[in-house]
T-cell receptor, first 113, second 114 residues
Framework: KQEVTQIPAALSVPEGENLVLNCSFT??????LQWFRQDPGKGLTSLLL?????REQTSGRLNASLDKSSGRSTLYIAASQPGDSATYLC????????????FGGGTRVLVKP | EAQVTQNPRYLITVTGKKLTVTCSQN?????MSWYRQDPGLGLRQIYY???????DKGDVPEGYKVSRKEKRNFPLILESPSPNQTSLYFC?????????????FGQGTRLTVV
């Protein structure tokens, strides 16, 4: 059974510092990995999608890497801003019945001005 | 605008009173699913649908029903809600279940059952 872990559960950094968020998964049989942002009580906003054959994806200040063999992904956010404060979730699309998304528990980020 | 729309956004109901949460997507996606999000438990899949008239159970299907009569709509039905179904619910869709398919989520429905 696929398990997805995000460490740390919470992170506080001063504005301007780079953010590094980690995601690990136990089964490498995945189609892709997706990073989401969730603001309190709100929906999930897709940030980046990495296919299983890719090593990284970039969008603006965001860069996500994927090492499928070791079961790890890292989301980098450069030059953090207070508006980056949110919970970040990673999810893998498993190659199994239903091809569902399996989510990590999230990392709650606070960027202090 | 491409989107997944859920209604209602907030709902307070009483135990046993049947309710339906609607979900609609305008992207012609084949795959749709429902998740619930609970503190400490994260997001868990309730039901999913690979296409019209094709639905199956996810990880936590007890107490829920779904239907997929049209490609764009995937309602979640609680026949007899109970307090343990108080949660934040999300509908999601993607072009297909696997491969190069990004998942899009609705804004969520916060359900309280008293």
């Amino acid at each position: 059974k696929q398990e997805v872990t995000q460490i740390p559960a919470a992170l506080s950094v001063p504005e301007g510092e780079n953010l590094v968020l980690n995601c690990s998964f136990t089964d490498s049989a995945i189609y892709n990995l997706q990073w989401f942002r969730q603001d309190p009580g709100k929906g999930l906003t897709s940030l980046l999608l990495i296919q299983s054959s890719q090593r990284e994806q970039t969008s603006g200040r965001l860069n996500a890497s994927l090492d499928k063999s070791s079961g790890r992904s890292t989301l980098y956010i450069a030059a953090s801003q207070p508006g980056d404060s949110a919970t970040y979730l990673c999810a893998v699309r498993v190659k199994a019945a239903g091809n569902k998304l399996t989510f990590g528990g999230g990392t709650r980020v606070l960027v202090k001005p | 605008e491409a989107q997944v729309t859920q209604n209602p956004r907030y709902l307070i109901t009483v135990t046993g009173k049947k309710l339906t949460v609607t979900c609609s997507q305008n992207m012609n996606h084949e795959y749709m699913s429902w998740y619930r999000q609970d503190p400490g438990l994260g997001l868990r899949q309730i039901y999913y649908s690979m296409n019209v008239e094709v639905t199956d159970k996810g990880d936590v299907p007890e107490g829920y029903k779904v239907s997929r009569k049209e490609k764009r709509n995937f309602p979640l039905i609680l026949e007899s809600p109970s307090p343990n179904q108080t949660s934040l619910y999300f509908c999601a869709s993607s072009l297909s279940a696997g491969g190069a398919t990004e998942a899009f989520f609705g804004q969520g429905t916060r359900l309280t059952v008293v």
